[in-house]
């Protein structure tokens, strides 16, 4: 089997932190080339996938989330309770509920 020297240009930041990753895979930066190569036959493409996210991240979401509830929290001016006052707070609301449907015979 014969074979060519095939030349690729790539910013030199981006190859040593590809080679210090094939590196602690045990494999050198001219093998790994190879292996997608030979992958990208096999699979008569590119070997991962390379399609756009139809929705946006979970975790982007959930930050959004987490940031608007914060916001609320500041709003209402519940930020800075600790867990025991979020906790007394829970009992209180709990025992009005109960008082009030002790008394409407629920």
């Known amino acids: 089997m014969s074979t060519s020297v095939m030349q690729v240009r790539v910013d ?12 602690e895979l045990g494999i050198d930066l001219p093998t790994a080339i190879r292996m997608f190569l030979k992958r990208s036959v096999v ?17 982007e979401r959930a930050i959004r989330a987490v940031q608007s509830l914060s916001e609320a929290a500041q709003q209402n001016g519940t930020a800075d309770m600790s867990l025991d006052e979020i906790n007394a707070e829970i009992a209180a609301s709990r025992a009005d509920r109960a008082s009030r449907n002790a008394r409407n015979g629920a």
Request: aromatic share 10%; no cysteine; charged share 30%.
């Open 12 to 23: 030199d930041d981006l190859r040593a932190k590809a080679a210090a990753v094939y590196d």
């Open 43 to 59: 699979v008569n493409g590119v070997p991962f996938s390379m399609t756009l996210p139809k929705q946006e991240y979970r975790a």
